[in-house]
Structure formats: structure tokens, C-alpha cells
């Protein structure tokens, strides 16, 4: 057998669609097996291209396992004008073999899958005689990804060679050994290929590439003649295959000491740790940037920064990967300063709403103050034109976000800061009614097709934060703000119609704000609310409903919705999340976040609070006298649920919830590993 092994350092690729060649249909897919840790795609004609990420880079891999016509995206590479956008890199990994000249056609016995334990995509195939076998690998922690090919049955009359791509080809049986100098000089891009061992025909290529704006435009290869010695290593920056691979397997082993394990359908177990491992490979703590919905799986809303991060995302994390959810703190504190410079031009431009503007301020002292984006970027600055720019809860989600690391020990030190900027802005965004009470005029609700006056969602966030921070200021009369409702229960908007939404909007006063009275109108709001969204909304809203229906009893509900979550959402090979049911756009981060957060915050009782909760099964009390309650709402079809090694205040706690046929959920928590 010839056995090439190569190795990659942050590279890149074009947006077209790969082409792979077959010599008879391959539709005909046989049943998939569900394994609880290896996703498994049989069909060769799927164009959704496999991922694989670590926070810092992104690659796409297509059917057969090379790069021709994917993008590949780096966590550092944005343009810092206009818009901001990520930049889509090309690299020069491979396009895969040539037998005579030709590249291998899928005939048969196609497969491959992702081993969730390891980090490892394997894709294998039949072409005619030869069997092909690639393993790809991305280091968990640096700008490196690795393949293992393996070709088995070419016979000494065929002439084999390797394709890559823009950078020409090069033949194994006749490579002994070279050096090349990808881009400028100066750039940190290395590419090795050499050949150890004549008789064992192996060959090994390794890539890689530093931080580099100017990347994309790559000058070519420059080769330099490199003799081969028996002492001779790869240069520095660069790792042989077999060390990113056990570097990849470590660090997995020691991610999956955390884990959700349930004692149900194995369905449904494949499933919530596909969400585990993608959304742990989708953040890096050294990352320069948050985490956007798509992170960097592809450039859909141009890799920013939303409140998904804030609202969906470090929630899930907090528990299951501090260090990881670290980066979403870190990105918000490094762009505060920006923050304050984007409420000062607010002041200046008159206060402007979705329709209308404020006026001048009109007291003597202007209040300092924070204004974070709806959409942002390196700079932190608002980077879309549309009406969304006006979601003026942004803001109050980053205090939130703040507020719950606050509880958990987590908050970097930034709480203060937030807290203060957070109440600026808000103190200038609210105007007093004539009845005492105050509204927020013209604003965009989280529904986002929505917009009037006093969104429920807006107002309860900027309510909790002249809660919070002006909490024990007895010099400072904390404003009430209105809440818009009927006679049957809270609304949406001032004169909303309940009649038709994007997405869930009134009832995130249940949860996530967690609202008492509109918790005590759980059942109406719910009955009012669910069945207007249309049909093609983001993956979020069955996975809110399913946390809601859980909290308050309703298990047969909750479960049939958290199915819906995920299962309309992840029919691409691998069970990799898309946005929405009809466009097939992946890796929806938030939605895998949300489907978790139904799992921890719904099915798993987990409730953070300035209270314990009364009835339930275990609690811990967290900083700022607040507390972490455990209620569990196990679904039938669940016997258990083992949430192992969560952390809280830096310590690891194991929590076991048994359904029992009648009478309340068992649970048992013991601490450490």
C-alpha cells in the first residue's frame, strides 16, 4: 500500500461547489447506522461539505475530502472597512489523486464519518480496483490541520501523482524532498513536502501561515531543492501528522470529561452531543473575536457578532466550558471603548429611533454611556444599515450576559464597567409618560419584523438593569417601565396584533428573563403566541418552547418540541445545523445552543435567580446572593439524564436525575470528577 500523510497549517479555498466524478448513480443510500459517537454520511453526492473548526480557523472538506472549490475562513482575517466582512481565503490544500493523469472517481462503497471522541473525518471510497482513504484532523489549538492518505491497489503500470490544485502536481514515486516559500517573503506561510522513505512511499506535506491581511493575494510557489538527512525535522511552526492527531484525541478526552449522558433514545444522544462538539470546536479562548450564528463556518452575515453569543450561546457554555465562554466576555470588553464612542455619536445625531429622533438631550449633565451594535466586527462598530440596528436591547443582553458571569465567578472584572455604560444609555433611551411611568419609543423587537413602541423583551431587560445596578441607591428613584398588554396577557408591542412573527418575541419573558408574572401567564401567552410564527422561522423558537412547556409540567410537549429543534435542522450530512428548514445554510451555532439550553434550563431544571426556588431538588448558592435551583423535568422517554463535570464557581459537579413512572424526578449530585 502507498500511504501519503500530509499536514496543514491555516490555509484556504473558492465557493464553488467541488466537483467529484462518478461512473454510475449513487443514490440508492442504505440506512445510516446511529451511533451515540460517530456521525456517518453515505452519500457521495451530498453537496453540504463536511467542517471542521477550532475557534481559530474553519475548513470546509468536500465528499471526497479535498478542498477544491470550499472556503476556508481565519478568526484574524476581517477587513477592517465598510462592513467588515470576513474574508473567504484560498489555500492550496490538496484536490486528491491522479491515476494516469485523472482524478479518482467515487464507483463505490462510499463512507464517511465523524468520530466525535477524536475530532477525526474519515472518508473512504472505492474507485474501480483502488480504494481510497483520506483522515483529516484539525490541531485543537493552532492554525493546523493534518490528512492521512492511504491508496491501496495501484499496480506498478499506473502512474500516480498528487493534485494540488493552483500549485500544480506532484509525484510521490519520484519526490525526494522540497522546500517551498508560499506568498511574500516575509509572511510566516511554510509548505513542506518531503519523503522519508523511498521504500515505504510515504510523503508528508505540512503548511503553515501566521496572521497576514494580504493573504489572499498569494504570489505563487518558489521552489528550493532540500536534501534529506537521517536526522533531518520538519522546520519550526510545523507538526508531523501522528502529533496534531494525539493532540487532537488529548484535548477531546479531556473536553468529554464534560458530557450529557442520557438513558434513552440513542437518536437523541447522537444528537445533544453533536451540539457538544461543534459548538466547543466552533470558540477558541485565544480567538480574537466572539462567536457570530455561523462563526467561521462560512461568511452568512459576514462572520459578526450578534446577541445569539450573549443570549444563547454563553449560557450553554458557562457550565460546560468557562474557559471557552470566556472569549464572548473578552470580545465585549474589548470593544466597550467603541461601545462608548457609538452612544456619543448617538447623543450627537439627535438620539435617532427606528422612526424619529429624541432630540437633544435636555439635562445639563450628560450620563456616560454604552451602545453595543446589533451586528459588529473587529471595531465593534454597527456594521448593517437595516432596522435591526435598532434592537436597542443589545445593550441590556450584554449586561445580562455579564450579570450571569457575575453570579458564576466568571466575569472578568467587567461588570461594573458594563453596568455602568448599560444604564447611561438606557437612562437616555426612556422617556417619562404623564402617568409616571416610562416608555421606550420606536423601538425594533427581538421578532425582528416588528417595531413600536414598548417591546416586552427591551423593556424587561432595561428594566432588570436599573434593577440591578441601582439596587440599595436611595438618592435615585428607579423608573418603572410599561409593559404592554390586554386584558388576556402581555404583548408583544404596544397595539400589537398577535397576529403573525419571525421568530419568539413576547414570550422570552418567560425565558429567558424568567419574568414572574409573566411566568404566572405562562399558559395564555403561550396558547397566544406559538402558533404565529411562521413556519419557516430560525431553530431558536421550538427550542424557547420547549424549555417553557418543560418548566411548568408539560413534558410530552416540551420533548415533541425539542425533537422539532434540531430534527428539521440537521438533515445535512453529519448533523450539521442550519438556520432555517428550507435553506440549507450551516453551522447554526445558536441553534445547537439553543437545543442544549432546552436540555440544561428545561429538561435538567437549571434556574439562575436572585432566590432559590422553592421546591427544588438541589441548589447552590452563587455570588451577589443569588442562587443556581435544579428542578428537573425528565421526559418520558428518558429513564435518565447524567450531566457529568458541569462547573460552578470553579468547581465540578456530576448530576444524575432519574424519571420515576409517577411523583417527582430523583436527583443526585456529588462533586469533582
Wanted: with cysteine; proline share 7%.
Amino acid at each position: 500500500m502507498g500511504v501519503l500523510t500530509i499536514c496543514f497549517a491555516a490555509t484556504a479555498c473558492n465557493r464553488t461547489a467541488p466537483e467529484i466524478t462518478h461512473t454510475r448513480p449513487l443514490r440508492v443510500i442504505p440506512p445510516i447506522p446511529i451511533d451515540p459517537w460517530i456521525l456517518t454520511t453515505l452519500d457521495a453526492e451530498d453537496p453540504t461539505p463536511a467542517l471542521l473548526w477550532n475557534g481559530l480557523i474553519g475548513l470546509r472538506l468536500g465528499r471526497d475530502a479535498t478542498t477544491k472549490g470550499q472556503p476556508f475562513f481565519s478568526i484574524d482575517e476581517f477587513d477592517t472597512t465598510g462592513e467588515e466582512k470576513i474574508n473567504v481565503l484560498s489555500c492550496p490544500l490538496p484536490y486528491g489523486f491522479r491515476v494516469n493523469g485523472s482524478l479518482l472517481p467515487i464507483t463505490d462503497s462510499y463512507r464517511q464519518t465523524l468520530d466525535m471522541r477524536t475530532g477525526e473525518l474519515d472518508t473512504k471510497w472505492r474507485s474501480g480496483a483502488l480504494s481510497v482513504d483520506c483522515i483529516t484532523v484539525m490541531h485543537p489549538g493552532k492554525k493546523m490541520i493534518a490528512q492521512r492518505w492511504s491508496l491501496d491497489g495501484v499496480t506498478p503500470q499506473q502512474s500516480v501523482d498528487f493534485d494540488l490544485g493552483k500549485y500544480g502536481k506532484m509525484g510521490p514515486v519520484d519526490l525526494v524532498a522540497h522546500s517551498f516559500i508560499i506568498g511574500n517573503p516575509g509572511m510566516s506561510s511554510k509548505f513542506m513536502a518531503y519523503k522519508p522513505d523511498p521504500k515505504k512511499n510515504v510523503v508528508e506535506f505540512v503548511i503553515s501561515m501566521g496572521k497576514s491581511l494580504n493573504f489572499p493575494k498569494m504570489m505563487g510557489v518558489r521552489g528550493v531543492p532540500f536534501k534529506a538527512t537521517k536526522n533531518w525535522q520538519l522546520p519550526p511552526l510545523l507538526e508531523e501528522f501522528p502529533k496534531v492527531e494525539s493532540s487532537s484525541r488529548a484535548v477531546w478526552a479531556s473536553r468529554w470529561k464534560t458530557d450529557i449522558e442520557i438513558d434513552g433514545p440513542v437518536e437523541d444522544q447522537q444528537a445533544l452531543r453533536s451540539f457538544l462538539f461543534y459548538l466547543r470546536s466552533a470558540i477558541h479562548p485565544d480567538g480574537e473575536m466572539s462567536i457570530g450564528p455561523f462563526g467561521i463556518s462560512n461568511n452568512k452575515f459576514n462572520g459578526h457578532v450578534f446577541w445569539d453569543s450573549d443570549t444563547w450561546i454563553y449560557p450553554t457554555l458557562a457550565f460546560i466550558d468557562p474557559a471557552e465562554a470566556s472569549r464572548i466576555l473578552a470580545y465585549r470588553l474589548s470593544t466597550m471603548k467603541t461601545a462608548s464612542q457609538n452612544f456619543r455619536d448617538w447623543i450627537l445625531q439627535g438620539r435617532p429611533m427606528y422612526i424619529g429622533k429624541m432630540g437633544v438631550f435636555p439635562g445639563s449633565t450628560l450620563m456616560p454611556g454604552i451602545k453595543y451594535p446589533w451586528e459588529s466586527s473587529v471595531t465593534g462598530r454597527e456594521t448593517i444599515p437595516s432596522r435591526t440596528r435598532f434592537e436597542d436591547h443589545v445593550t441590556g443582553d450584554v449586561f445580562r450576559c455579564f450579570d450571569q458571569a457575575r453570579m458564576l465567578g466568571l466575569d472578568q472584572g467587567g461588570y461594573d464597567a458594563i453596568a455602568r455604560g448599560a444604564l447611561g444609555f438606557f437612562t437616555n433611551r426612556i422617556t417619562k409618560d404623564p402617568d409616571g411611568l416610562y416608555s421606550l419609543n420606536m423601538t425594533v423587537s427581538p421578532a425582528e419584523d416588528q417595531s413600536g413602541n414598548n417591546d416586552l423583551y427591551t423593556n424587561l431587560v432595561v428594566q432588570s438593569v436599573f434593577d440591578k445596578v441601582l439596587a440599595g441607591v436611595t438618592a435615585y428613584q428607579k423608573p418603572k417601565l410599561r409593559l404592554p398588554h390586554d386584558s388576556k396577557s402581555f404583548l408583544t408591542l404596544d397595539d400589537d396584533r398577535v397576529a403573525s412573527y419571525n421568530q419568539a418575541a413576547a414570550i422570552l419573558s418567560i425565558f429567558p428573563l424568567q419574568y414572574a408574572p409573566a411566568e404566572q401567564q405562562e399558559k395564555v401567552m403561550m396558547d397566544r403566541f406559538v402558533g404565529k410564527v411562521i413556519p419557516n422561522g430560525p431553530a431558536m423558537t421550538d427550542s424557547i418552547n420547549a424549555v417553557i412547556w418543560a418548566r411548568f409540567g408539560e413534558a410530552a410537549k416540551a420533548y415533541k418540541a425539542w425533537r422539532t429543534s434540531w430534527k428539521d435542522f440537521t438533515k445535512a450530512p453529519l448533523m450539521l445545523f442550519s438556520e432555517k428548514k428550507l435553506r440549507p445554510e450551516t453551522y447554526f451555532t445558536t441553534g445547537a445552543a439553543g437545543s442544549l439550553q432546552t436540555v440544561l434550563f428545561g429538561f435538567m431544571g437549571f434556574r439562575l435567580d436572585s432566590q432559590k426556588e422553592q421546591d427544588s431538588a438541589w441548589s447552590k448558592q452563587l455570588q451577589g446572593g443569588n442562587w443556581l435551583s435544579v428542578k428537573p423535568n425528565i421526559p418520558r422517554e428518558w429513564k435518565s439524564v447524567k450531566f457529568r463535570n458541569f462547573t460552578v464557581l470553579g468547581r465540578k459537579y456530576t448530576l444524575t436525575a432519574t424519571h420515576r413512572p409517577t411523583g417527582a424526578d430523583a436527583i443526585q449530585v456529588i462533586q469533582g470528577d
